[in-house]
């Protein structure tokens, strides 16, 4: 059975800092670009980092570059943003994809940002 559990998120105040973890199995993890997505009320889902699979090349968008840092841990199937110098627009449920062969969503973890 294919599982992406994230986890980390919660409530931080403005300036704050969280870690969001990823954690993976039911596919060669290897064989995925691992994805951020996320979505506010009201928004459609954006994407917000990627690695990917083979050489680590990392993908932002423009919104979070210099903020947030994207890693992987192959070792243990798994994905981590780190999101710094957090905003109130940051604010969403944030969801870990896992791009390949198949698709694969997360249940999603919420973070809020309060000003």
């Known amino acids: 059975e294919v599982q992406l559990v994230e986890s980390g998120g919660g409530l931080v105040q403005a300036g704050g800092s969280l870690r969001l973890s990823c954690a993976a199995s039911?596919?060669?993890?290897?064989?995925?670009?691992m994805c951020w997505f996320r979505q506010a009320p009201g928004k459609e889902r954006e994407g917000v980092s990627c690695i990917s699979s083979g050489d680590g090349r990392t993908y932002y968008a423009d919104s979070v570059k210099g903020r947030f840092t994207i890693s992987s841990d192959n070792a243990k199937n798994t994905v981590y943003l780190q999101m710094n110098s957090l905003k109130p627009e940051d604010t969403a449920v944030y969801y870990c994809?896992?791009?390949?062969?198949?698709?694969?969503w997360g249940q999603g973890t919420q973070v809020t940002v309060s000003s």
């Open positions: 039911g596919f060669t993890f290897d064989d995925y670009a």
């Open positions: 994809d896992a791009d390949g062969i198949y698709h694969y």
